[in-house]
């Protein structure tokens, strides 16, 4: 009885009440379709979206690959703000006005070489690597867009630090023009390495996307041989200066700028022909 009368009541309940809740007509608006424009994008801008939000939506990736670009809107600022007393400090060496353009150009691609984000990008694929393999497109429009978050992630920083230094410091015409496009060659150049390194050495036995970034050979090895493509002019400039006669050290800048645009143009070469190749057959 304890049972049966309560059953008994609340089944009335309901049966009074739950076929009118159910159907009931709460007014709620019915969408009108407009015809609108589709946006339509490329395949390549699809994947540099693709990418670009995956960099941007993890911050420990951002603070251990991309803190060379803080280093480098940091150090900019400071100068900027220091800059009488940089000028008094290079108006003491003789011919001191020259080497403000290079000495900066070398700064700035120094502080680039920190910068890693393309080195780790194929190990943190590790787990959806077979989801790019498998869509419709060309390896070499994968590989590339990958590079160009690097570049494209680097360019305002770069072009926001330049614009400074060209207020800020009396320059010629030729430093002027090397302060921007040395840096950002170095930027794209170390972006094509990076992912020509981690085609190379992938790490996809990793737990937390961290420890592609912290811990892979790749983001490493990078990072090693962008410092030492950029040290080893400025060594070899001071062993001449030192040992024997060196040529204008804007003339010198000019031939290292042209060495790193031919080392770059030879890594995209190698990225959509060989690289795309090794990309294809890459397994995890």
């Known amino acids: 009885v304890f049972c049966i009368v309560p059953f008994a009541v609340v089944y009335l309940v309901l049966s009074k009440s739950f076929i009118r809740i159910a159907t009931a007509n709460r007014g709620h608006k019915k969408i009108v379709y407009r015809e609108k424009k589709m946006k339509v994008s490329g395949q390549r801008t699809a994947l540099?979206?693709?990418e670009m939000r995956h960099f941007l939506g993890n911050p420990m990736y951002i603070f251990n690959a991309a803190i060379g670009l803080l280093f480098t809107i940091i150090g900019a600022v400071y100068l900027f703000i220091k800059k009488d007393d940089i000028?008094?400090?290079v108006s003491?060496?003789?011919g001191g006005e020259d080497l403000i353009g290079p000495l900066l150009c070398?700064?700035?691609g120094v502080l680039a070489s920190l910068t890693i984000i393309s080195a780790p990008m194929i190990s943190i694929e590790a787990k959806t690597l077979w989801?790019?393999?498998s869509l419709p497109l060309r390896e070499r429009d994968i590989l590339l867009s990958k590079a160009d978050v690097h570049t494209l992630a680097s360019l305002p920083f770069i072009v926001v630090s330049v614009l400074l230094m060209e207020i800020a410091f009396p320059m010629p015409v030729l430093s002027r023009v090397l302060l921007f496009l040395f840096p950002l060659t170095v930027t794209v150049f170390n972006a094509y390495m990076g992912i020509a390194i981690n085609l190379k050495y992938p790490k996809f036995?990793?737990?937390n996307e961290t420890d592609a970034v912290k811990q892979g050979l790749a983001p490493f090895l990078a990072m090693f041989v962008s410092i030492a493509t950029v040290a080893l002019p400025i060594i070899v400039y001071v062993l001449l200066?030192?040992?024997a006669s060196v040529?204008?050290?804007e003339i010198y800048l000019s031939v290292i700028f042209v060495l790193f645009a031919a080392g770059t143009a030879v890594l995209y070469r190698y990225l959509t022909t060989r690289g795309a190749e090794v990309f294809r057959n890459l397994q995890n």
């Open 205 to 207: 036995d990793w737990v």
């Open 106 to 108: 070398a700064s700035f």
């Open 87 to 89: 000028l008094l400090f």
């Open 92 to 94: 003491i060496l003789p």
């Open 131 to 133: 989801i790019s393999k």
């Open 247 to 249: 040529p204008p050290i």
């Open 48 to 50: 540099l979206c693709k």
């Open 241 to 243: 200066f030192k040992f």
